[in-house]
């Protein structure tokens, strides 16, 4: 049992973690801040805090639990914000999407109390933000990512995994650099290509007749192109070099596909679809453990 959650980012996943936590029985109060006053109160209101901070230092003053649910490009400006206040043997947590960036910035911040620190990452989300949209379910049977630094305390790395399996998560462990490259190949890029999609349609001379033609394949394939732009804009940025690898990989196999389409092998262009196929048709969401992943780099 934790006496204080430190919430410092009242929006949808952040809020989502105090409901969880509060429905798990393992805090007894919520102290939230965000820069926007008007959202800590509604979050306030919607009974997702207890007290709201009036600012970030203060929102971590006295608790045993802090969880960072800012956007990545604000990591370290809020990491210089509370170090100081952040009380010894506290846990801290961040839910970014990035992870190497995020470890660069603890390291340039944080300092004596970095052993205190679990970079994690849930799998989960929706493309609604806002703490009216938080839900004390948002995390369960959904898989969180830790990535420890060398420093972190091993029981606070554990306290880290026995709170988000309370809450109903599958915790998993990998280094940073094997975090970002793979999540550039199964999240980021894809947020790419369907944000490039939807405009290419979109932005055709006929591509509102298209639009309203359009039926279940492309809203399935196209949903995260409404996902939050400022989020994806950070997201992409920090993770730049990552994903311009994976959109090269994808380049080669369009590419490929295009060739064969252009020589009009009917055979040679169903042998390459067939193996995306079957693969996609076996593949089932977690069965893959990021430790058979690519190496550090």
């Given at each position: ?134 839900d004390a379910d ?54 790419l290509l369907a ?44 993770n730049r070099e ?56």
């Amino acid at each position: 049992m934790f006496q204080q959650l430190g919430l410092i980012g009242c929006g949808m996943m952040g809020g989502s973690f105090a409901l969880a936590l509060k429905q798990a029985g393992l805090v007894k109060r919520v102290l939230g801040y965000s820069k926007s006053p008007s959202t800590t109160e509604r979050a306030r209101k919607l009974g997702v805090i207890d007290t709201a901070a009036e600012s970030a230092l203060l929102a971590v003053a006295g608790s045993d639990i802090v969880l960072l649910a800012v956007p990545v490009s604000a990591t370290e400006t809020t990491l210089k914000a509370i170090r100081h206040g952040l009380e010894p043997g506290a846990l801290l947590m961040d839910v970014g999407s990035t992870k190497r960036d995020v470890v660069d910035a603890a390291r340039r911040t944080l300092r004596e109390r970095i052993p205190g620190f679990v970079p994690a990452h849930p799998i989960a989300g929706k493309e609604s933000a806002g703490i009216q949209n938080a839900d004390a379910d948002l995390y369960r049977g959904r898989q969180v990512i830790l990535t420890p630094l060398p420093q972190t305390d091993a029981e606070l790395v554990q306290k880290a995994t026995d709170v988000w399996s309370a809450m109903g998560a599958q915790v998993l462990k990998m280094t940073p650099e094997n975090h970002d490259a793979a999540f550039a190949a199964v999240s980021h890029l894809p947020h790419l290509l369907a944000f490039a999609y939807f405009s290419a349609v979109m932005n055709q001379p006929a591509g509102r007749d298209f639009l309203s033609l359009a039926g279940p394949g492309f809203r399935d394939f196209t949903r995260i192109a409404a996902s939050n732009p400022e989020v994806w804009r950070d997201i992409l940025v920090a993770n730049r070099e990552e994903v311009l690898k994976q959109s090269q990989l994808f380049r080669h196999a369009l590419d490929a596909l295009e060739l064969v389409m252009r020589s009009g092998n009917a055979e040679a262009l169903e042998d390459l679809i067939r193996g995306p196929s079957e693969g996609r048709a076996t593949w089932q969401m977690g069965s893959l453990r990021p430790g058979a992943g690519p190496s550090p780099r």
